[in-house]
């Protein structure tokens, strides 16, 4: 594969809230879900694109990211399947898909998120990797990003093979996509059947109708147990069984069709031939056990209350303002009031174990370059792996509260990964900043910043302020030890 595959589209927040049921509900006649666990993974092109992944494809993700506490969990969810997200803006709330399930059953889906937002404009950077891909995956849940102009335009303009798999709130496929993969009940909408047809001419009529009004070289459509039908120049449509048994929780199966046809089609693959892998890929994964044993090691479903990434961190025994200024509710809070008033968006990130004077001059530097400063603060683990097992001194409670009692600092927001890419990737700042003793002496010394490349995804900036010389939090650990001995 020459480039990446990229997946374009909106990304959801799927929960399956797992419990038991033993009573019903003392002033209704329904049952009551005692909680065990729940479990967060991304959904619609965030899953999409995790599938991608799990097949070993170098894959992008072009999605619009909230600024809410759902957006940040995205963010750390995708990162850890090794997707890359190439973020959007998205106006309002992270959309989210609750399933409340017993004995593997579902009992109720709730919906919330609202209307759906606007996302954002792309990067030059997005319209570059569009236009460099191996091949792109359209996966479109109605919610905007797949209507965008100018993510159509590069669409349009790509010699990447595109697969498009529609919704029927969202718009029409941009012409000339290689293949379209709309299930039946998505054919039946967009394409009304004829009275009294059978199943397969009325998806072989529906495809043949959507192949002349996108004019795209091929539309499959899939049948659930039954395989897909495939439609493209011919007038004798392809009809590629399963290969065996597939019953079992389809949850996810189109994304996983999808995927594969996309993956395919990056490594050269006919559209003939990357609908059958695609027809064996979602059957094995229905009659695997679907979404929930189908999520790579790297992207565990894991209780939200331990999970990797951005997160909250708990009020110490003092709470007041200094404590609501860390954490992942913080920083949104901040993040929605600057970005409504046009303001520009700082960040910078560190140990920050022993804060100094040049910590504080870097910080006090930092917040003039915007109306906002974000502080992206590796936790007690992230220290740890980076500086030894001693390391930090301080706990990242302490840390994180010295930094939001500082005038200089809007917010703090801990991670647990060796970089804040993940953290990054949800904040979005228009500028990072570094100290100075970050450059390199010579040419750009933003572009030796290794949050630079991420920076670039949505059109940000990396600079670097200048840093007392002779502050080091290592020198001054150093130096009291040697007083100690002495």
């Given amino acids: 594969m020459r480039g990446p595959v990229v997946v374009l589209g909106d990304t959801l927040l799927d929960r399956d809230v797992e419990g038991v049921v033993n009573r019903l509900c003392p002033d209704s006649p329904v049952p009551v879900l005692d909680e065990t666990v729940a479990t967060d993974r991304p959904g619609g092109a965030g899953l999409a694109a995790v599938f991608a992944a799990a097949q070993g494809a170098e894959v992008v993700l072009v999605t619009a990211l909230a600024d809410d506490a759902g957006g940040a969990r995205l963010s750390a969810l995708l990162a850890a399947a090794g997707v890359q997200v190439y973020p959007l803006a998205l106006s309002g709330a992270t959309p989210e898909k609750i399933r409340l399930r017993a004995r593997g059953r579902v009992l109720l889906r709730h919906d919330r998120g609202g209307v759906s937002g606007e996302p954002g404009q792309p990067s030059d950077e ?12 359209v996966s479109d849940y109605g919610r905007g990003v797949a209507r965008e102009p100018a993510l159509r335009a590069a669409l349009a303009a790509t010699r990447a093979p595109v697969v498009w798999d529609p919704h029927p709130r969202g718009p029409a496929a941009v012409p000339g996509v290689h293949l379209a993969t709309p299930n039946e009940s998505e054919v039946r909408d967009l394409v009304p059947a004829l009275p009294g047809a059978s199943r397969l001419a009325t998806a072989s009529r529906g495809a043949q109708g959507l192949r002349r009004r996108w004019r795209a070289g091929a ?17 004798t449509p392809l009809v590629v069984p399963t290969p065996g048994s597939a019953e079992g929780d389809t949850c996810g199966a189109g994304d996983r069709f999808a995927a594969a046809a996309s993956v395919a089609l990056a490594q050269g693959a006919l559209v003939s031939e990357a609908v059958q892998v695609a027809v064996a890929e979602a059957s094995a994964y229905v009659a695997g056990g679907g979404v929930a044993t189908a999520l790579p090691p790297s992207a565990p479903a894991v209780p939200t209350r331990s999970a990797p990434g951005p997160r909250a961190l708990q009020p110490g025994p003092q709470g007041g303002a200094v404590a609501d200024r860390v954490g992942v509710a913080a920083v949104a809070t901040l993040l929605g009031e600057v970005r409504a008033a046009g303001g520009t968006v700082v960040a910078t990130g560190g140990c920050f174990d022993l804060l100094h004077a040049g910590h504080v001059a870097t910080l006090e530097a930092a917040r003039q370059l915007g109306d906002c400063l974000i502080v992206c603060l590796n936790s007690d683990a992230s220290v740890a792996g980076l500086k030894g097992p001693d390391r930090p001194v301080q706990s990242e409670g302490d840390r994180s509260r010295l930094l939001a009692a500082l005038s200089c600092v809007d917010a703090v927001l801990v991670f647990d990964e060796p970089t804040p890419q993940t953290a990054l990737s949800w904040v979005r700042p228009d500028v990072w900043v570094k100290g100075g003793d970050y ?22 900036n990396t600079v670097v302020v200048p840093y007392l010389d002779g502050r080091s939090t290592t020198d001054l650990i150093v130096r009291t030890l040697a007083e100690r001995t002495r």
């Fill in 126 to 137: 997005v319209l570059r990797v569009i236009a460099e891909a191996s091949a792109v995956l």
């Fill in 439 to 460: 450059a390199t002496g010579g040419g750009d010394a933003g572009a030796a910043l290794p949050e630079a490349e991420v920076l670039r995804r949505w059109g940000g």
């Fill in 219 to 235: 539309v499959a459509v899939t049948l659930g147990g039954d395989g897909a039908l495939l439609c493209h120049a011919g007038s």
